[in-house]
């Protein structure tokens, strides 16, 4: 019982063996005919057939086909490929195939990766050239950090052993192959430094600093180590290399200047100290030593590759000073032979660095050698897009007004050069963005109660940027601010001397708007200017800016372009007169020129301007007039300018002004009208004839006596015009009926009951 028995073989399993043996045999030779056919394939058709067994694979298996799958995994077996590897004599390709496989040990056993790499580091040991070794190091490396980033012993011995053959580099080998083949060491070296500087990423890459500074110490002690180093201060993070900045100074003074250039290393420093800061009180000596390497770098465009980086330092810690002395020695190295026109690039960044860490523009344009230094753009795309970024940083960060006659000298000088590239070519989108950069400062510019001297900035501003309306709009709004300031300045009381001032500026304008491409620009400065020259009791220069625009209304064209697009001019036509009849109404008569002789010139224009073919604008704008001059026949006005006599004061109620206002109504609703019996004759005009009924309509009923009985029956009959064709708005004709009935309520109103009753009694007919 304590003994155990042997199963005896059940029946057929002898078969069913040797049944699955010849089986495997069969597969066995399929999958060697497999590999015979797999050799003769060039290197797109293998990949092809990869990928098809591959198909084959998930189909068999999503299919239950085992065997089939079996047959599939055999042709394409991992350990198969392993063993061809290894048979491999050379030992470049050998490394180099295994390495790009080497995630595919895991599927061997749970350690394939973690035997394989130090055999693939210790391989590379055996190869001869120090050039072709660093670059396998640097792949094994690439690979190592894919698959197994956790094996860091792996990697660190692949930088130790590039220290250990690093003499190589200098060894007779080497140099005798070099003088063969007519290679510079320095030229040599620099092959280098990509593998170097990979290797050592992945080295630093979450290394604790105890092993950072392993490595550093190592390489100080080989000799002729710039190469390592310049590697070195580029992989290893900032802050390790910033904290140890002084010690690397030393580093790189002890390097030989023949084989890799010092201001190389320098370089390489200053873009360390880019990122993280050194301790304080070792800056300005780090300043001082780089800066004595800096200044004595002979090729103009090696010098400021290493300026440009260490001008960043500079800024960040140091003050306009020294800054100034830094732009000062840039001048000196790239002024002789132009040097500077190959350096533009270079250049802009430099001044992009000062900009980030100079947000006050009086310390920067303080600086001796700023402007010398932008005056090296000369190259007008160049030196415009430096004038734009200048100005960017300026609007962004300038938020209180100014009057530095440092600045304001500088920022013109900057502005100008932007404007001066405009021509013929420009774009309008580049136009319209140098005009808001340089509106920007326009609008920053402010001399507090010296009144006469902005002034005289508006005027030079104004020769200076002639070719950019946009610029000039803005000055002209400059200006009638300031005179509206100096009006709440005095009160409205203005004295001799403000009231010449606020002249002047009426003159500044009426003198700058005629030159001016867009009409609808010049109508509405003359209107808004117009305003603000009678806010400042100076009529005759109101009188001559609405005169201006009265004179300029038959010039509008019918169609103006928009955005590339031609569009018609009627609507923006008749909402500037909209707006000039209500300004009008606190207009005072010009004593030489007659009673309402600005309404008249507009009307008159409004009677000989060609307008649209089957338009209704002339109509409409004859039904505005109304109710400016109801307003005007009042004893009192709606709204008056201060200090300023309207029609009101100068006629006070006399009946031949109001005989006139009359006359001129009567004219108007005459022509109303007649166009209205026009529009009757054809079927296709019905609708707008009720439109316009009901505009004159709604009119009379606002501003119109109805106490008169041809009044009254004339609304009454444009109602019934307006509801003749079954055009009107039944929702608008209900909510006017209400609002009449509620007027006919109201005391003295009984005239209007007649009329809500034939209204009524129309609505329901």
């Not at 021509?423 to 009144?451: C, H, P, Q, Y």
């Not at 709004?477 to 203005?494: F, I, P, S, Y």
Request: hydrophobic share 40%; charged share 20%.
């Amino acid at each position: 019982m304590g003994t155990d028995k042997a199963k005896a073989p059940s029946p057929g399993s002898s078969a069913v063996s040797e049944k699955v043996r010849t089986r495997l045999e069969e597969l066995d030779d399929q999958e060697e005919g497999s590999q015979r056919e797999l050799l003769n394939l060039s290197q797109q058709e293998y990949a092809n057939r990869i990928e098809e067994l591959n198909q084959s694979l998930k189909e068999a298996w999503a299919t239950d086909q085992k065997v089939k799958a079996l047959k599939i995994v055999i042709q394409e077996t991992c350990l198969n490929w392993f063993f061809k590897i290894a048979s491999i004599r050379e030992l470049i390709p050998r490394l180099y195939v295994e390495a790009a496989i080497l995630k595919c040990n895991r599927f061997l056993n749970k350690t394939g990766i973690q035997e394989t790499l130090p055999r693939l580091t210790a391989m590379i040991r055996g190869i001869g050239d120090p050039l072709v070794a660093v670059y396998a190091r640097a792949y094994l490396c690439r690979v190592g950090m894919e698959v197994a980033p956790q094996l860091k012993d792996s990697l660190n011995r692949n930088f130790f052993d590039l220290l250990s053959t690093f003499r190589q580099i200098h060894g007779d080998s080497v140099q005798n192959q070099l003088v063969l083949q007519h290679v510079e060491i320095p030229q040599y070296l620099t092959l280098y430094s990509p593998a170097i500087h990979w290797i050592l990423q992945c080295v630093a890459y979450r290394a604790p600093d105890p092993l950072l500074t392993e490595m550093m110490e190592r390489c100080k002690k080989l000799g002729n180590n710039a190469l390592l180093l310049n590697s070195v201060m580029w992989a290893f993070r900032a802050e390790f290399v910033a904290a140890r900045a002084t010690d690397f100074i030393g580093m790189i003074k002890d390097c030989d200047e023949a084989g890799f250039p010092k201001h190389l290393l320098f370089g390489s420093l200053g873009r360390s100290l880019a990122c993280a800061d050194p301790p304080e009180a070792e800056r300005l000596t780090i300043l001082n030593e780089a800066w004595k390497v800096i200044t004595k770098i002979r090729g103009p465009q090696d010098y400021i590759h290493c300026a440009e980086i260490w001008v960043e330092f500079t800024c960040r810690h140091f003050t306009k000073r020294e800054v100034n002395t830094v732009l000062a020695d840039i001048i000196k190295h790239l002024t002789p032979d132009r040097a500077f026109e190959d350096a533009y690039p270079l250049l802009q960044s430099v001044i992009q660095k000062i900009l980030t860490y100079f947000h006050d523009f009086s310390v920067l344009f303080s600086m001796e050698r700023f402007l010398p230094f932008l005056d090296m753009f000369q190259k007008d795309g160049v030196r415009v897009a430096v004038c734009r970024t200048i100005m960017e940083v300026f609007i962004k960060h300038q938020l209180e007004p100014t009057r530095d006659p440092v600045i304001l000298n500088a920022l013109l000088h900057v502005c100008k050069a932007m404007h001066d590239s405009v021509n013929a070519m420009t774009l309008e989108d580049e136009k319209r963005s140098l005009s808001l950069l340089i509106s920007g400062f326009i609008r920053m510019v402010w001399f507090g109660r010296d009144f006469e001297q902005q002034l005289s900035f508006c005027v030079e501003a104004r020769a200076t940027f002639c070719n950019l309306e946009p610029l000039l709009v803005q000055l002209i709004h400059t200006v009638n601010q300031l005179a509206m300031e100096t009006r709440r300045m005095m009160r409205g009381n203005h004295s001799r001397k403000t009231a010449a001032f606020v002249r002047a500026c009426a003159a500044y304008s009426f003198i700058t708007i005629p030159s001016l491409s867009s009409i609808f620009c010049r109508l509405s400065l003359y209107l808004l200017s117009g305003q603000v020259a009678l806010a400042n009791q100076c009529l005759s220069q109101a009188d001559a800016f609405f005169k201006a625009a009265v004179s300029l209304l038959p010039e509008v064209p019918r169609t103006i372009s928009v955005e590339g697009k031609s569009r018609s001019s009627e609507s923006l036509l008749l909402d500037f007169i909209n707006n000039f009849f209500a300004m009008l109404l606190v207009v005072p008569d010009h004593p030489e020129h007659g009673v309402l002789y600005l309404v008249r010139g507009v009307l008159n224009m409004v009677q000989d301007y060609t307008w649209e073919d089957n338009g209704d604008a002339k109509v409409k704008v004859y039904i505005s007039a109304l109710p400016l001059l109801a307003a005007m026949s009042q004893e009192t006005y709606l709204y008056s300018i201060p200090k300023v006599d309207s029609n009101e004061t100068l006629y006070g109620g006399d009946p031949k002004f109001l005989t006139e206002i009359d006359k001129l109504c009567e004219t108007l609703i005459s022509q109303v009208l007649d166009y209205l019996k026009t529009l009757g004759r054809e079927e296709n005009t019905v609708r707008r004839q009720g439109s316009l009924s009901f505009s004159l309509f709604s009119s009379l009923l606002a501003h119109g006596d109805l106490r008169n009985n041809k009044l009254n029956q004339l609304a009454v009959n444009l109602w019934n015009l307006n509801h003749k064709h079954g055009c009107s708005d039944t929702r608008t004709s209900v909510r006017t009926l209400e609002y009449i009935k509620q007027q006919a309520q109201q005391p003295g109103m009984a005239h209007i009951g007649d009329m809500v009753q034939r209204l009524t009694l129309q609505s329901r007919t």
